[in-house]
T-cell receptor, first 113, second 112 residues
Framework: SQTIHQWPATLVQPVGSPLSLECTVEGTSNPNLYWYRQAAGRGLQLLFYSVGIGQISSEVPQNLSASRPQDRQFILSSKKLLLSDSGFYLC????????????FGQGTRLTVV | SQQGEEDPQALSIQEGENATMNCSYKTSINNLQWYRQNSGRGLVHLILIRSNEREKHSGRLRVTLDTSKKSSSLLITASRAADTASYFCATDQADSWGKFQFGAGTQVVVTP
């Protein structure tokens, strides 16, 4: 069965520090991968979307970047964090049109101080 | 941009009652999904309904889709305290397949 791993669960980082959040998927090949951010009490905002290795679509301008160095690995990064980068970050995967459901990791609570 | 908008924003009911929440969207979709999120946790997939479907059931969940009105509803029957969570709809837009857009959610509180 497919599983998704996202870590760390919580992270406190100072302003101006770098960020690296990692997400890996097991049990499937060539998944679509997503990074979402959720502000407190709000819905999810799609940040990045990837259909394959090295293929990244950025949905909103921001201080963050994403990379997909391997088929089932998706990394969210920042060179210098801002206070406004605080939030709940969720990684998700989906297979494709025949099985269009998206499945989520447990999320990373990032607090920039 | 937000595609789905849930209504109501918050819902408080007692155990055993039914909970109904709605989702409206703006553009044509391939499918619509409902998710549950417990406080501070990831999203759990509940049910998916495709654009050519009108109703689906899964256990105590019933989802309807009206593409002419661009709306969907989620009904939870015989609610339990464990159903307390936020519920989100996510749409997969017809012109941007695979990019799921979420609404702001409905916060449901079920009291014993």
């Amino acid at each position: 069965s497919q599983t998704i791993h996202q870590w760390p669960a919580t992270l406190v980082q100072p302003v101006g520090s770098p960020l690296s959040l990692e997400c890996t998927v097991e049990g499937t090949s060539n998944p679509n991968l997503y990074w979402y951010r959720q502000a407190a009490g709000r819905g999810l905002q799609l940040l990045f979307y990837s259909v394959g290795i090295g293929q990244i679509s950025s949905e909103v301008p921001q201080n963050l970047s994403a990379s997909r160095p391997q088929d089932r690995q998706f990394i969210l990064s920042s060179k210098k964090l801002l206070l406004s980068d605080s939030g709940f970050y969720l990684c998700a995967w989906s297979v494709g049109e025949l099985v269009p459901e998206a499945f989520f990791g447990q999320g990373t609570r990032l607090t920039v101080v | 941009s937000q595609q789905g908008e849930e209504d109501p924003q918050a819902l408080s009911i007692q155990e055993g009652e039914n909970a109904t929440m709605n989702c409206s969207y703006k553009t044509s979709i391939n499918n619509l999904q409902w998710y549950r999120q417990n406080s501070g946790r990831g999203l759990v997939h509940l049910i998916l309904i495709r654009s050519n479907e009108r109703e689906k059931h899964s256990g105590r969940l019933r989802v309807t889709l009206d593409t002419s009105k661009k709306s969907s509803s989620l009904l939870i029957t015989a609610s339990r305290a464990a159903d307390t969570a936020s519920y989100f709809c996510a749409t997969d837009q017809a012109d941007s397949w695979g990019k799921f857009q979420f609404g702001a959610g409905t916060q449901v509180v079920v009291t014993p």
